[in-house]
């Protein structure tokens, strides 16, 4: 980032090409190929946001919007997963009142 601030007349200097490769390169270096080979042991919905992100980013090409895609599925399921985990329990305190416990996550997917 700094080259690119700094030494912008240099940078645009180089062709395109070999940016690109450059970033083919490091995209192929960082991926984890034995994440498709683990795809199957892994739980369904990290599986499922993984797929649906790479699915975003290759189709329309814009690494952002597949990110948001990817956060917006993780926090759906996230919410799904934590909303299911509660325990009330219900205690008569004798002079007419009620105790409630509540054990869990309390939020708005919990209702």
């Given at each position: 980032l700094i080259m690119v601030v700094f030494l912008d007349?240099?940078?645009?200097?180089?062709?395109?090409?070999?940016?690109?490769?450059?970033?083919?390169?490091?995209?192929?270096?960082?991926?984890?190929?034995?994440?498709?080979?683990?795809?199957?042991?892994?739980?369904?919905?990290s599986s499922i946001v993984m797929v649906s992100t790479?699915?975003?980013?290759?189709?329309?090409?814009?690494?952002?919007?597949?990110?948001?895609?990817?956060?917006?599925?993780?926090?759906?399921?996230?919410?799904?997963?934590?909303?299911?985990?509660?325990?009330?329990?219900?205690?008569?305190?004798?002079?007419?009142?009620?105790?409630?416990?509540?054990?869990?996550?309390?939020?708005?997917?919990?209702?």
């Open positions: 007349d240099w940078i645009s200097q180089i062709p395109m090409a070999a940016l690109v490769a450059v970033m083919i390169m490091v995209s192929i270096g960082t991926f984890s190929w034995d994440s498709l080979r683990n795809l199957k042991s892994h739980p369904l919905s790479v699915i975003v980013v290759v189709s329309t090409h814009n690494l952002a919007l597949g990110v948001l895609v990817g956060v917006l599925l993780a926090a759906l399921f996230f919410a799904n997963k934590i909303s299911r985990f509660m325990l009330v329990r219900s205690a008569d305190a004798g002079d007419g009142h009620r105790i409630y416990t509540v054990i869990g996550q309390v939020f708005f997917a919990t209702a």
